[in-house]
């Protein structure tokens, strides 16, 4: 990826980075982009190679308007979700399938006595039932990415699987700050480890699939690691949503647990 001419200058104030972000707000949308504020108040913009052209013109002539306020970076491939179109005890990480997609699963979590498993939302559209585990019991996708699948063997535990024989225990959920070192699970990409780049970020995947307030980070992530946890050693931080396999977004845990009333599975 790389950053488009005169998009590093020197800093804003932080109001100006905000009045730019209200103004990429209220645009129509542009799939294939990615906007947010970063800890010093600039708006990060995010543009695929993969966006229509004339919308992408119509961003960049608004972000224009705001000059150093505005940090535009481009790539090349697509921002898509991170599911795969395709056909005993689950971890944060594995894979999950209901014959046409594969995920990956995020957290083990309890309600009322029930357990249940914590995936992304794009995965849980439609309530899927998923071969071995259960059916989708609820979906927040777009806007947020998390959805619910009931857990019918009732024995998963709260670790995320390593891919080494190992498992990573969860034993409680914080919040993703930048610079931290975080670590990824899921069945195509298996674990990966990056930093936390942005948060707060939205993401228009098209069709109309805009999801907001979503953890951005140098975490590689492909296509079936939909759902999979993002963690930072036994504190889980979120899900996977989608990216171009560089740059790549997470739904936040704990929003996820609070609009359920879930606990993380011991």
Avoid at 63 to 71: D, L, M
Avoid at 102 to 115: K, L, Q, T
Wanted: hydrophobic share 40%; with cysteine.
């Amino acid at each position: 990826m790389g950053v488009l001419p005169g998009s590093a200058t020197a800093g804003p104030t932080a109001p100006t980075g905000r009045l730019a972000l209200t103004a990429v707000d209220a645009l129509s949308p542009t799939p294939n982009t990615a906007w947010g504020l970063d800890p010093a108040g600039h708006l990060l913009l995010t543009v695929s190679d993969a966006a229509p052209a004339a919308a992408v013109a119509r961003l960049l002539t608004v972000a224009e308007r705001f000059g150093p306020a505005v940090r535009t970076t481009r790539i090349h491939l697509p921002l898509t979700e991170q599911r795969l179109l395709g056909s005993g005890l689950l971890l944060g990480g594995d894979s999950i399938n209901d014959s046409k997609i594969i995920c990956s699963a995020g957290f083990n979590v309890v309600h009322a006595g029930v357990r249940y498993l914590l995936t992304a939302g794009h995965c849980t559209r439609g309530l899927p039932a998923w071969s071995g585990v259960g059916p989708s019991v609820v979906s927040a996708f777009p806007g947020t990415d998390y959805g619910l699948v009931r857990d019918d063997s009732a024995e998963a535990v709260g670790a995320v699987d390593r891919y080494d024989g190992t498992t990573q225990p969860i034993t409680d959920a914080g919040t993703a700050t930048v610079g931290e070192r975080v670590c990824a699970s899921g069945q195509t990409t298996h674990v990966t480890c990056g930093q936390v780049t942005a948060v707060d970020q939205t993401v228009d995947y098209g069709d109309g699939n805009v999801v907001r307030g979503l953890i951005e980070t140098s975490v590689h992530t492909d296509h079936g690691d939909s759902g999979g946890s993002l963690f930072d050693g036994a504190t889980g931080l979120g899900m996977v949503s989608g990216g171009d396999g560089t740059t790549d977004y997470f739904q936040p845990l704990a929003p996820a647990l609070a609009a359920y009333g879930l606990d993380l599975a011991p």
